[in-house]
């Protein structure tokens, strides 16, 4: 039988920083978040990188949320929750349901 001895290293070969500042930015985005749902969710509380998280949040806002004449934005939201549940994710289902 192998005996397995504790290592000092870390055991996860990601290398995560420490969360940096919440940014103007970003904040915004959280503020902005808090007025429409009614909270925050966790995906925009942990500002590993907030440059990108804005942006990316930015964009999303614009896909789901910006005009695009196909759907209306009830029907966006619609299916997205479908495919969410249809993925078994639970925090895709919430997301897209209390939206």
Do not use: W
Request: net charge neutral; hydrophobic share 35%.
């Amino acid at each position: 039988m192998t005996e397995h001895k504790p290592r000092d290293e870390a055991t996860s070969f990601l290398r995560i920083t420490e969360p940096q500042k919440v940014t103007p930015e970003l904040a915004e985005l959280q503020d902005e978040e808090k007025a429409r749902k009614g909270y925050v969710r966790h995906g925009l509380t942990l500002p590993f990188r907030p440059e990108h998280l804005v942006a990316s949040q930015r964009f999303v806002n614009l896909l789901v949320r910006g005009p695009n004449g196909l759907l209306p934005f009830r029907e966006r939201e619609l299916l997205a929750l479908v495919v969410s549940v249809e993925n078994r994710c639970d925090v895709c289902t919430i997301q897209h349901a209390t939206a």
